[in-house]
């Protein structure tokens, strides 16, 4: 009886299953997909923000990268920490150790101090050696930190930049619409955002906000892209050297596939049959 019952019910689960699988494919594929704020109103990044680290033979911009922590340093910092990168990463900017070793000492949040014998907390000045300070609000929840933000947001430096200068008004097609939909209070519009609503108030807000070293003139396109490519090194910093290496790599397979195919030449030479 086993022998007989047991495929019969083996094939029962499976045609519900097949039949399950099969109806919600078709409502998936039929049935209209629920309008919402978001779905309609929602952006993506900006599809021709490039940088000049992009591509295969792309390098970074060091004097962009220089710009870009400047607008970190003046703005960002007050509320986005750097957890994965320390002071003296700031070399490969083209900072000398002199610069490095006065930037950190004069940043505003110090590093914390632990008193062994009495247990008291302290602080003290940053040293090259320290990662950057992360930046604590008693109370709330903190703002991410920003070492890996281009790794982890879809679309990388072209979403932050959008972010940045994507900050307006709530169209009018959308309260129209959605009259529920409208920001509530102390939260800011912006399309680029999943849910078109975030508490970051828009922190580039006029050109000439950040001094620029180099006489560039400071924009706020300007500063969102220089802060994008130099947020694009916090995340990967080694990303000349991995281009490098891939391209050495790539190199030496091609130069070993010729030479095996002229070793195979010359082994089989005459051997056809």
Same mark, same amino acid.
Request: aromatic share 12%; charged share 20%; hydrophobic share 40%.
């Given at each position: 009886?086993?022998? +007989? ?16 699988? $099969? ?5 998936? /594929? ?11 109103? !929602? ?33 960002? #910092?007050?509320? !986005? $920490?750097?957890?994965?990168? #320390? ?7 083209? =900072? ?6 006065? +930037? ?8 914390? &101090?632990? *008193?062994?014998?009495? $247990? ?9 050696? *320290? !990662?950057?300070?992360?930046?604590? =609000? ?10 890996? +933000? &281009?790794? @982890?947001? !879809?679309?990388? @430096? ?5 972010? /940045? ?8 097609? /959308?309260?129209?619409?959605?009259? *529920? ?23 580039? &807000? ?6 620029? #070293? ?11 892209? *220089? ?19 891939? /391209?050495?790599?790539?190199? =030496? ?21």
């Amino acid at each position: 009886m086993v022998r +007989i019952f047991g495929p019969l019910v083996g094939l029962f689960f499976a045609a519900a299953l097949f039949w399950c699988f $099969g109806n919600g494919a078709v409502q998936y /594929l039929t049935a209209p997909a629920a309008k919402t704020a978001e779905s309609l109103f !929602h952006k993506h990044p900006h599809e021709d923000f490039k940088l000049a680290s992009d591509g295969v033979f792309g390098r970074f911009d060091r004097a962009q990268l220089q710009r870009g922590f400047a607008v970190y340093q003046q703005v960002c #910092s007050n509320c !986005h $920490g750097l957890k994965y990168v #320390s002071f003296r990463d700031l070399k490969d900017l083209g =900072y000398s150790d002199p610069e490095v070793k006065a +930037i950190a000492k004069q940043w505003a949040n110090k590093a914390p &101090t632990l *008193d062994e014998k009495t $247990g008291d907390k302290a602080t003290r000045d940053n040293l090259p050696a *320290d !990662h950057f300070p992360a930046v604590y =609000y008693a109370g709330q929840g903190n703002p991410p930190d920003l070492s890996l +933000i &281009t790794k @982890a947001r !879809h679309g990388g @430096a072209a979403y932050v930049y959008s972010l /940045l200068t994507g900050y307006s008004d709530q169209p009018a097609k /959308l309260l129209k619409r959605f009259p *529920d939909a409208k920001t509530p209070n102390g939260l800011y519009y912006n399309p680029y955002f999943a849910n078109l609503n975030l508490a970051m108030p828009a922190p580039l &807000t006029s050109d000439g906000q950040v001094t620029y #070293s180099d006489g560039t003139k400071a924009t706020v396109p300007q500063m969102a892209k *220089d802060v994008s490519a130099f947020l694009t090194w916090t995340a990967e910093p080694k990303l000349e050297k991995r281009k490098q290496v891939g /391209l050495a790599v790539v190199l =030496y397979l091609l130069a070993a596939t010729a030479l095996a195919y002229m070793a195979y030449r010359n082994v089989w030479a005459g051997k056809k049959h």
